[in-house]
């Protein structure tokens, strides 16, 4: 099976520009989780989306959103971006549908810059 | 508040010696733990996990502890191997509140393995 996939890679934004991250999850996930990762918090939960439904929201200010389509494809929206926002966002599917179990998968990530 | 927390931010061993990974945890609603592997520029990889039902879980060289009554599990990698080297994060996903849908983390731990 093909991994999580993440695009773009690598993004570079400007201050109050607004920028949209994609992700893929492996073939029949239907949660997908985001996470953003910095030196200073670690890795950190953003949101996560199951049958295109918001299930869990992370401490992030409402300038970060997301969304989840039906083929289980994800995108999370960062809008009026901040210097602080700059990080690594990992997506992570996982086939988990109940219960705490929950083995997530991992993508590469995109290393989002903003100057 | 930190609810995984991993206190040592590095660990450096000799090939071929134990490595000894810890964690501990405040949450008592926690459930199931996860360790991920992470190199730079890459996206976390799944190692090994362990539900509260169980004090062990073994996967190859990887062997996870968990002792409930004092909030803590461990991951011991036995022989260490130069490869092994990488940050190794602890997880856990808990009941109820959404928080069977997301997974805690803490900072990591930068394992050097010396040849």
């Known amino acids: 099976k093909a991994g999580v996939t993440q695009t773009p890679r690598y993004l570079i934004k400007t201050r109050g520009q607004q920028v949209t991250l994609s992700c893929s999850p492996i073939?029949?996930?239907?949660?997908v989780s985001w996470y953003q990762q910095t030196p200073g918090q670690g890795l950190q939960f953003l949101f996560e989306y199951f049958s295109e439904t918001q299930r869990n929201k992370g401490n992030f200010p409402g300038r970060f959103s997301g969304r989840q389509f039906s083929n289980s494809r994800s995108e999370m929206n960062v809008s009026t971006l901040e210097l602080g926002d700059s990080a690594l966002y990992l997506c992570a599917s996982s086939p988990m549908t109940s219960g705490s179990k929950n083995e997530q998968f991992f993508g590469p990530g995109t290393r989002l810059t903003v100057l | 508040d930190q609810q995984v927390k991993q206190n040592s931010p590095s660990l450096s061993v000799q090939e071929g010696r134990i490595s000894i990974l810890n964690c501990d945890y405040t949450?008592?609603?926690?459930?199931?733990f996860l360790w991920y592997k992470k190199y730079p520029a890459e996206g976390p990889t799944f190692l090994i996990s362990?539900?509260?039902?169980?004090d062990k879980n073994e996967d190859g060289r990887f062997t996870v502890f968990l002792n409930k009554s004092a909030k803590h599990l461990s991951l011991h990698i036995v022989p260490s191997q130069p490869g092994d080297s990488a940050v190794y994060f602890c997880a856990a996903s808990g009941r109820g509140g959404g928080s069977n849908y997301k997974l805690t983390f803490g900072k990591g731990t930068l394992l050097t393995v010396n040849p």
């Open positions: 362990i539900s509260s039902i169980k």
């Open positions: 949450n008592s609603m926690f459930d199931y």
């Open positions: 073939s029949g996930h239907r949660s």
